[in-house]
């Protein structure tokens, strides 16, 4: 008796996994999608970014969820990576966010504002300080979702063929930005272009422009610019911790499963702090390079970092008052990054003020 129970129950068992197998293997759904990167292949760390989160996604869905990434120009050109997305061209994109101000000065803030966050600041307001959800609210307007996916950490100001020493020397000054600082120069004279990064090199070699700004010393001389303008400023104010994103259409976000935008979230948080650990090494000695093949290296003159400054308080407070999806973000921003700034005079700057002046470490004779 006890033995025909067993095989009856036994039995529903085996029926039982046979009809669940159908459904588990539906909640893990083998997909391919395409990304369209803002970013040459031969800028390995922040075009591998994308790369990046493709093979932690593949790894972590045992490789049913698939990303290919494609370079800028493979499938769109650079900058044009946002609508191909919203236009469902493509699943996904690797880019900037404020790469896309001229739609919208809004998106500036999911990237980087000038004189705003650094790299630590713009982490804690998109994780912690409320910066994802307004930024969530503000995207789902153009049916997309944006995803931290990178982050360079504070960049350079830029290669210039003549020396910047007074704000007199910009105007004019035909200069590669990109992002909302363009804006602010352009208050001073300054005539932004914004040029994807494989095609800078070209119009500063040709005279187009005059001079150029990308990330920093490690993809500026993987790109070249060093041959064809001699020097280089520091810091580049309107980036201080630049994050990069991966978007996303909406409806094609909200389709995959629990599982799978779990993954993405993994690695989109473990390719921001892979980019921002290669950057911190790789920008360091490509710098020493760079000074020691003759790259003459100038800090912005206090005078012209004065002048900017005002001008993008000028900038966003005009912006502010004719654009509420700015506004309110603007607002929220604002007073998260005095009271950052604040916590961080405590104790990161007092520490990094005193440690950077200090001699190196080596026991006093």
């Known amino acids: 008796m006890k033995r025909r129970a067993f095989l009856t129950s036994a039995g529903v068992g085996v029926a039982a996994s046979t009809l669940a197998a159908p459904a588990i293997a539906q909640s893990a759904p083998e997909i391919k999608w395409r990304c369209a990167s803002s970013f040459p292949k031969s800028l390995d760390t922040i075009y591998g970014g994308a790369e990046f989160v493709a093979k932690r996604v593949a790894e972590l869905t045992d490789g049913k969820f698939q990303i290919r990434v494609f370079a800028a120009g493979e499938i769109v050109p650079a900058l044009q990576v946002l609508d191909a997305v919203k236009d469902n061209t493509i699943e996904c994109g690797h880019t900037v966010s404020y790469y896309y101000v001229g739609k919208d000065p809004t998106f500036a803030f999911d990237a980087a504002m000038p004189f705003?966050?650094?790299?630590?600041?713009?982490?804690?307001?998109?994780?912690?300080?409320?910066?994802?959800?307004?930024?969530?609210?503000?995207?789902?307007?153009?049916?997309?979702?944006?995803?931290?996916?990178?982050?360079?950490?504070?960049?350079?100001?830029g290669w210039f063929r003549k020396e910047i020493k007074t704000v007199e020397d910009l105007k004019g000054l035909k200069f590669r930005i990109g992002g909302y600082a363009g804006t602010i120069m352009a208050k001073l004279g300054v005539v932004p272009q914004q040029i994807g990064g494989g095609d800078i090199y070209p119009a500063l070699e040709k005279g187009t422009i005059d001079g150029a700004e990308f990330v920093?010393?490690?993809?500026?001389?993987?790109?070249?610019?060093?041959?064809?303008?001699?020097?280089?400023?520091?810091?580049?104010?309107?980036?201080?911790?630049?994050?990069?994103?991966?978007?996303?259409?909406?409806?094609?976000?909200?389709?995959?499963?629990?599982?799978?935008?779990?993954?993405?979230?993994?690695?989109?948080?473990?390719?921001?702090?892979?980019?921002?650990?290669?950057?911190?090494?790789?920008?360091?000695?490509?710098?020493?390079?760079?000074?020691?093949?003759?790259?003459?290296?100038?800090?912005?003159?206090?005078?012209?970092?004065?002048?900017?400054?005002?001008?993008?308080?000028?900038?966003?407070?005009?912006?502010?008052?004719?654009?509420?999806?700015?506004?309110?973000?603007?607002?929220?921003?604002?007073?998260?990054?005095?009271?950052?700034?604040?916590?961080?005079?405590?104790?990161?700057?007092?520490?990094?003020?005193?440690?950077?002046?200090?001699?190196?470490?080596?026991?006093?004779?």
């Not at 060093?226 to 909200?254: D, R």
Request: charged share 25%; aromatic share 16%.
């Open 216 to 365: 920093g010393p490690y993809d500026d001389e993987k790109l070249g610019f060093q041959k064809v303008a001699k020097y280089y400023y520091y810091p580049g104010w309107w980036e201080g911790g630049p994050q990069v994103s991966m978007l996303f259409g909406k409806e094609k976000y909200e389709s995959l499963p629990p599982a799978y935008k779990a993954a993405l979230q993994a690695a989109c948080a473990d390719a921001t702090l892979d980019m921002l650990g290669k950057y911190d090494v790789q920008n360091m000695t490509a710098l020493k390079r760079l000074v020691a093949s003759g790259t003459q290296l100038r800090p912005f003159p206090n005078e012209v970092m004065q002048a900017c400054y005002q001008a993008a308080i000028e900038v966003y407070e005009d912006e502010a008052a004719k654009n509420e999806k700015f506004r309110k973000i603007y607002d929220a921003w604002k007073k998260f990054r005095e009271e950052e700034y604040l916590w961080f005079r405590v104790a990161e700057y007092s520490f990094d003020r005193f440690v950077y002046a200090a001699p190196p470490l080596e026991k006093k004779k």
């Open 116 to 157: 705003g966050l650094n790299a630590r600041q713009q982490n804690a307001w998109m994780s912690h300080g409320g910066g994802k959800e307004l930024m969530a609210e503000f995207f789902a307007t153009h049916n997309l979702v944006s995803i931290g996916a990178g982050n360079t950490g504070t960049q350079m100001g």
